[in-house]
């Protein structure tokens, strides 16, 4: 006996309907877990935040990458390169002078920074951010990316259409 099953209850499991009935259950459950999970079994291509970043990133000759910091996760599985996280301070001096001290020790030739996403999630801006789109002379913009991703993959927070600018650092600019 199973602990407090009586003969009847055993009797209940060994019919035909209460069969039916879990076949039906683990169906609907099956069906449930395909629907609200993309990869089930590992059978669909995987989309990830910032693949045709990664892709373009691969594509240039020199290696290291200053990345925003949500972007570092996705830009260090979705390209070969090295890749740093940008220095985030409140102060645009700090975070000026701590973006170029990144540069430099480094050795970092690209940047890649993030448009539309920050401004849907309400992250404050970044003075590094700005300080990269405001200096033409030391940070040469290469490619801009568009990520478009459909509806039913937007459903995760962490996955939005989004605009990325790659810039190329101009070596002799920064200052050392």
Same mark, same amino acid.
């Given at each position: ?6 003969? =009847? +209850? =055993? ?8 069969? #039916?009935? $879990?076949? %039906?259950?683990? +169906?609907?459950?099956? @069906?449930? /877990? ?14 990830? &935040?910032?693949?045709?970043? @990664? #892709?373009? $990133? ?8 200053? #990345?925003? @910091? !949500?972007?570092?996760? #996705?830009? %260090?599985?979705?390209? =070969? ?5 940008? *220095?985030?301070?409140?102060? *645009?001096?700090?975070?000026? &002078? &701590? /973006?170029?001290?990144?540069?430099? %020790? ?6 890649? %920074? ?8 309400? +992250? $404050? ?7 990269? =789109? ?6 040469? $913009?290469?490619? /801009? ?11 995760? +927070? ?5 605009? !990325? ?10 200052? &050392?």
């Amino acid at each position: 006996d199973l602990f407090f099953c009586s003969g =009847k +209850i =055993k009797n209940i499991a060994g019919t035909n309907w209460f069969k #039916a009935a $879990l076949i %039906v259950f683990l +169906i609907l459950l099956v @069906g449930n /877990t395909v629907k609200k999970n993309r990869y089930f079994i590992f059978t669909l291509d995987r989309i990830e &935040q910032a693949d045709k970043a @990664g #892709a373009v $990133l691969d594509s240039l000759p020199d290696d290291g990458v200053l #990345a925003e @910091g !949500f972007l570092t996760d #996705a830009l %260090v599985y979705n390209c =070969k390169k090295r890749i740093v996280t940008l *220095p985030r301070s409140p102060d *645009p001096v700090a975070a000026r &002078q &701590q /973006t170029d001290l990144s540069i430099e %020790v480094f050795d970092l030739h690209y940047v890649v %920074v993030s448009e539309f996403w920050k401004i849907e999630v309400g +992250i $404050l801006p970044n003075p590094a951010v700005e300080y990269i =789109k405001n200096s033409p002379d030391k940070f040469k $913009l290469i490619k /801009t990316v568009y990520e478009y991703y459909d509806k039913g993959i937007r459903s995760n +927070i962490m996955i939005r259409d989004d605009m !990325f600018y790659i810039y190329e650092v101009i070596k002799d600019k920064i200052e &050392q």
